[in-house]
């Protein structure tokens, strides 16, 4: 669908984006994760067609669009702050790109109403100017212009990074509904780690202008390919000196383990690490609680799913097991 192969993006000497390859398949939902800089939205704005590369090539459905303009491409957009007219209706935001590729008044009208039934946009909105709606309908807004012109693809930069923690979670679910609904390839851009693992079919993890692995959610969690992704995707446990040397491990790599995979009290089983350790404190979540545990002289985080029985106060004295296999483990940089 879109292929993006060797793509080099410089910003006068300063090189955004090193040999960036990337294979979005038709109906996928992908999403470019990283943390600020790393050159998520200049990959984004290089498929829109907003910056050329000095190098590589940019393929939608096997055709050269590497020097095709924005306006040809047949991508839709919706920008983090969505660059909405504020002053114009919802109605003539959404129609505007319709009324560029001139559309008669009655396919437009036509149009914008499907859309705006399926973003779940009322009669009484669509006649309201677009400063008058709330956050996550301004967004709704942005998604409906998006689409309403048919796009192969819609590219999403931080969409979700404007609403507070509750609308992000309803809208995201929205969201990915959609696209589903509409069937369309989606490229949506975050640093929101919670965000890409929910929404995604497949995740590229972007770290200073290089992608460090492309995956799966659970291969990008559970199979993380570099250190930088291991620490980057959730919280982690490395392990210290102590336990390395207890549980028998190749001192010169680091060893990690996901805070879930370390078992509370359980019986032994077969090629486990046991050890002893005190709970200095602990966080609770309803669903799971989170314990900080001193073990070997260094502290270690472990979530157990809260079972309303089994729930240990500071000061207790626990085993803690960690099975070799859940160890994600990296040679030492240098």
Not at 123 to 132: C, D, F, T
Not at 171 to 194: C, P, S, W
Not at 282 to 309: C, F, P, S, T, W
């Amino acid at each position: 669908m879109i292929e993006l192969k060797d793509i080099v993006v410089k910003f006068d000497d300063f090189e955004a984006l090193h040999h960036i390859s990337v294979d979005v398949k038709e109906g996928e939902f992908f999403t470019f994760l990283g943390p600020s800089g790393c050159g998520k939205t200049t990959t984004l704005r290089t498929i829109t067609g907003f910056i050329e590369p000095v190098s590589g090539t940019v393929f939608m459905n096997g055709k050269d669009i590497t020097h095709v303009p924005i306006e040809k491409r047949n991508i839709g957009i919706v920008f983090q702050s969505y660059a909405l007219f504020p002053t114009m209706t919802v109605y003539d935001n959404i129609a505007f790109g319709l009324k560029i590729k001139k559309d008669s008044k009655q396919v437009i009208d036509q149009k914008v109403h499907d859309i705006a039934k399926k973003v779940d946009l009322s009669e009484e909105q669509l006649r309201k100017a677009v400063s008058q709606l709330s956050g996550g309908q301004q967004q709704r807004v942005a998604i409906a212009r998006a689409l309403v012109t048919g796009p192969a693809i819609i590219c999403m930069d931080e969409p979700l990074s404007n609403l507070d923690a509750k609308l992000r979670v309803q809208l995201r679910n929205e969201l990915k509904n959609m696209q589903k609904e509409f069937g369309i390839t989606a490229i949506y851009v975050t640093h929101d780690q919670e965000e890409a693992l929910t929404l995604s079919d497949r995740i590229a993890v972007f770290n200073k202008g290089y992608i460090e692995q492309i995956g799966t959610p659970n291969e990008i969690y559970n199979h993380s390919k570099t250190e930088f992704v291991c620490n980057f995707i959730g919280d982690i446990n490395r392990l210290e000196n102590d336990i390395v040397h207890s549980m028998k491990l190749d001192p010169a790599k680091h060893h990690f383990v996901r805070l879930e995979r370390i078992r509370v009290n359980r019986p032994l089983d077969a090629g486990e690490f046991q050890a002893n350790g005190i709970i200095e404190s602990r966080e609770y979540y309803g669903l799971y609680i989170k314990y900080y545990i001193r073990v070997a002289g260094q502290l270690i985080k472990v979530i157990e799913k809260n079972d309303g029985i089994n729930i240990y106060d500071a000061g207790e004295t626990v085993t803690i097991g960690i099975h070799p296999q859940d160890l994600m483990s990296y040679a030492q940089e240098g």
